[in-house]
């Protein structure tokens, strides 16, 4: 009796390779863009066309371009922000809570005309920024002094917030004039003005400056290095000497101040006021973009980026094919897991095991 | 399918055939031969010594045999038999068992949960009462007292190595191959489970001891298999016409050294603990009330049976403990409430037990490791600044100074074999104004050569004139290296003499609480 039979194990590759590695991104890239593909065809939508909607007028359209810029500006923000501080293991998974102060922070300044006008619109900034780091500082303190799991904190507190919110907007700040929960508009001198590119406006600077500064705090500076070692082994990196807590404190509360930014980038340049919906998805999509980004702020801007162009088709979709508002989140997690599953095959490789057994 | 019903067995362990063979193995990992044309085999009723360097090959070779990878070339006999041994699943139907160095064990179950998931589908026993009473059964059976409702994580570790065994001959196996099994025991638990090993052989068994330590081979087993650089070198000798010498020239192809005196003058006081008291988590044995000091140039050997306070003590030097009560000085200073940095620019530097967990970070490079602890002190650029192009010609300086084998400066630390990083972490730690060194088993899964470096380094290191406290569970590390010594049992230093009066016998009578 001879018995031939195939197996298929994985092994672990020693090391993976720099080519492997952009292969295994863009076929995951690849892969999800396919799928999502399949998904658009299968709801109805032309295949001819969605190359049309998606590329096309997205990335080869001056007024699509402008849109997606549009929508980049707060992404990359809060971009920035998940990557701060998911690369040293600590997983603010409310960044939606963060945008939420930030955002009331400014409606604030601006609500009660805070500061002489000629600085508002940097004291509302400012104010955003410090409202985001203080609504992480809560649980980066219960989590550094008590050991609270932050996931769980900081994703409740994105609740908490945006009770608060609705507080705001079915009472004291609701505008008299509107029969919506809505913040009045804000003056001239609370809008970032408008570059002069379809709705770009000058928060565009903001989250490109912003994006620079982190690039060469987390990969030129001695704190990014802090950073890097407090991420992969805390308990070496203090056996080392290196300052855990003080690395941990700042990353994190850089990572709400950013996503506090966000939120006051979106009110003052975008809404010019407080509403109930601003906010809504940024959690997700901020995660997204630094997982996709590998936590580095130069792709952080670039993948936030293209996310923002898939938000842009997706409105496009939404009004014209009538799918739902859903896609864009569905889109964004198929090639979130399809690059994941792609990074895995990079990590391992397969082996087909061919074994006689004579018997 | 049971390829291996038990007259066979019976019938093959009278003729004593081979019970597993594995004939001209060959194994690539990227393009890197980690065995060539190895063999291997061994008899029922023996106890059979696999012995090597760190890298050798043996845990490759007997990974092959139990299944977790698959051999490029050579096959693999069971009974004289050829086989396919896929996956572990396949080799427990082929009645070969592991016991792995590091346990696979859950540790917040009970111990008849853990074998309810290693062995339910396969022993049918799917509750865990029968798991209970099967565990009472085989532990009465060779002589293990195992409580099956025990939670396996607050078992000692000899204890949760014995679960692991029942949880192997539990599986069915007749083959046990058991991964260095007393790497992390006492001298007393070595002896124990080595006497196990002869009695299951006695049994009937075909038991693998992967081991480098050559007193178990030539005490405890019949034949020994010797590998080197993926080949064997010695394939199944008798031990009875061998002695230390031969079969360490066959492991390191050159005999092994023995020590010269320290040449060393001793100075003043460079560490001074008096009345330490650390706290410890969840029950364990802490630090209660220990005072000693060592002078310059002088190596403090700290003997002591593994969980007795050692990690408390070696953590609360380094500031990564705080203490309750007592005072750490070093050389005038107290430095009992000062941080991990500031300890660190005082002179003190450590070399920790587990070197992957709280001493190299395995995902950064070897550069990045090396400017870690002075990149704390402010070097390689300014409070922002970080100067990588002068970490990187530091690194290529330690790495060809050190003779850091397989390192690169931007190349990952993970790849580096265990003898390597411990030498690029000696490197890091040795490196500046060091005045005190405390070494917590820093020979620890290294084999004989990569030893004898560390070793020499710590002695140059005490010869200019500089302190060293060795923390050692491994009684002839303490006995080579210290030129004083202390037995730490229970928390307190319980006895000290100086190197002439230290003896294997008074220690370990000390160490197991008999004085």
């Known amino acids: 009796m001879l018995d031939m039979s195939t197996g298929i194990t994985l092994v672990r590759r020693q090391s993976i390779s720099g080519r492997l590695r952009a292969l295994s991104f863009v076929g995951g890239l690849g892969t999800g863009f396919f799928i999502t593909f399949l998904v658009l065809v299968s709801s ?51 960044i939606e809570g963060q945008v939420w102060a930030g955002a009331i922070a400014a409606t604030g300044v601006a609500f009660y005309d805070i500061g002489p006008e000629s600085i508002r619109l940097y004291v509302m900034l400012l104010a955003a920024i410090l409202a985001g780091a203080a609504w992480i500082a809560i649980p980066v303190f219960f989590k550094l002094r008590y050991g609270v799991n932050e996931i769980i904190m900081t994703l409740l507190m994105a609740y908490v917030i945006f009770q608060l919110v609705q507080h705001l907007l079915f009472g004291p700040w609701q505008d008299p004039s509107a029969s919506f929960p809505v913040s009045p508009h804000f003056d001239d001198a609370e809008r970032l003005s408008r570059i002069g590119w379809g709705a770009v406006h000058n928060g565009l600077w903001v989250a490109l400056g912003f994006g620079a500064l982190m690039w060469v705090l987390l990969e030129r500076s001695k704190f990014g290095y802090c950073a890097t070692a407090v991420g992969h082994n805390p308990l070496a990196a203090k056996g080392t000497g290196l300052p855990v807590i003080t690395t941990i404190v700042i990353s994190v509360l850089l990572s709400g101040g950013l996503a506090g930014l966000a939120g006051g980038v979106i009110t003052s340049g975008a809404e010019y006021r407080l509403t109930q919906f601003l906010a809504h998805g940024y959690t997700f999509s901020g995660i997204v973009i630094a997982f996709l980004a590998r936590f580095r702020p130069a792709l952080v801007v670039v993948v936030a980026f293209l996310v923002g162009g898939v938000y842009v088709a997706g409105d496009t979709l939404k009004v014209f094919y ?38 | 399918m049971l390829p291996v019903a038990t007259d066979q067995i019976m019938q093959a362990q009278a003729t004593m055939t081979h019970a597993l063979e594995l004939k001209a193995i060959s194994k690539s990992f990227d393009g890197k031969e980690a065995l060539r044309k190895a063999s291997f085999n061994v008899r029922w009723g023996e106890v059979h010594a696999l012995l090597g360097e760190n890298g050798a090959g043996k845990s490759t070779i007997m990974n092959v045999a139990t299944g977790i990878y698959s051999p490029d070339e050579g096959s693999v006999h069971i009974n004289e038999q050829p086989v396919a041994v896929r996956s572990p699943g396949d080799a427990i139907r082929h009645g070969i068992g592991m016991v792995h160095q590091h346990y696979r064990l859950v540790k917040r179950f009970s111990v008849a949960e853990n074998i309810v998931l290693a062995c339910g589908d396969i022993q049918n026993l799917t509750s865990t009462s029968a798991a209970a009473s099967a565990v009472a059964e085989k532990a009465a059976e060779v002589g293990f007292d195992v409580s099956a409702h025990a939670i396996v994580g607050q078992l000692s570790i000899a204890e949760q190595q014995r679960v692991e065994i029942l949880k192997v001959l539990l599986l069915g196996a007749s083959i046990i191959i058991l991964d260095e099994p007393t790497a992390v025991l006492t001298d007393q638990e070595s002896r124990a489970i080595l006497a196990f090993c002869r009695r299951m052989a006695e049994a009937g068994h075909a038991v693998v001891l992967i081991t480098h330590k050559l007193r178990e081979v030539l005490e405890f087993s019949d034949r020994v298999t010797v ?60 630090v209660e009330g220990i005072s000693v000091s060592v002078r310059e140039g002088e190596i403090l050997g700290i003997a002591g049976v593994g969980g007795n306070g ?26 009992t409430n000062d941080n991990v940095t500031r300890r660190r620019q005082a002179g003190l530097r450590a070399v920790p037990a587990d070197r992957f967990a709280s001493g190299l970070i395995a995902d950064m490079t070897i550069a990045e490791n090396l400017a870690m602890t002075r990149l704390a002190d402010g070097e390689f650029g300014g409070y922002f600044t970080l100067s990588r192009r002068t970490m990187r010609k530091e690194a290529e300086d330690a790495i060809s ?35 005190l060194l405390v070494a917590h088993s820093p020979t620890r899964g290294l084999d004989i050569k990569a030893c004898n470096t560390v070793h020499s380094l710590i002695r140059k290191f005490v010869e200019s004139g500089a302190a060293c406290l060795l923390i050692s569970e491994d009684l002839e590390e303490i006995l080579t290296l210290s030129t004083r010594v202390a037995v730490i049992s229970r928390g307190k230093v319980v006895g000290e003499f100086p190197k002439q009066e230290a003896t294997p016998e008074k220690i370990g009578a000390l160490m197991m609480g008999h004085a």
């Open chain 1, 44 to 94: 109805g939508v032309e295949p001819a066309s969605i190359l049309n909607e998606f590329v096309v007028q997205v990335f080869f359209d001056l007024h699509g371009l402008a849109q997606a810029t549009t929508t980049a500006i707060p992404l990359i923000l809060a971009g920035l922000g998940a990557a701060a501080a998911m690369k040293l293991r600590f997983w603010n998974i409310g």
């Open chain 1, 322 to 359: 009538g799918l739902s508002e859903a896609i864009v989140i569905l889109i964004e997690g198929i090639i979130l897991l399809s690059l994941l599953v792609w990074e895995f095959f990079s990590r391992y490789h397969i082996e087909f095991v061919k074994q006689r057994v004579p018997a």
């Open chain 2, 227 to 286: 590998m080197r650089h993926g080949e064997t070198v010695l394939d199944g000798a008798d031990t009875s016409g061998l002695d230390v010498d031969i079969l360490s020239r066959h492991m390191i192809g050159e005999p092994s050294l023995a020590m010269d005196e320290l040449n060393a003058s001793l100075g003043d006081p460079c560490l001074t603990v008096s009345n330490l008291v650390v706290p410890s988590p969840n029950g364990t044995i802490g």
């Open chain 2, 310 to 335: 050692q990690q408390q003590l070696a953590d609360a030097l380094m500031g990564l403990t705080a203490c309750e009560n007592g005072s750490i000085r070093l050389g005038e200073n107290d430095i």
């Open chain 2, 401 to 435: 100074d050190h003779d850091i084998r397989g390192a690169a400066p931007t190349r990952q630390t993970r790849l580096l074999s265990g003898g390597n990083a411990q030498k690029l972490l000696l490197a890091r730690e040795l490196s500046g104004s060091t005045r």
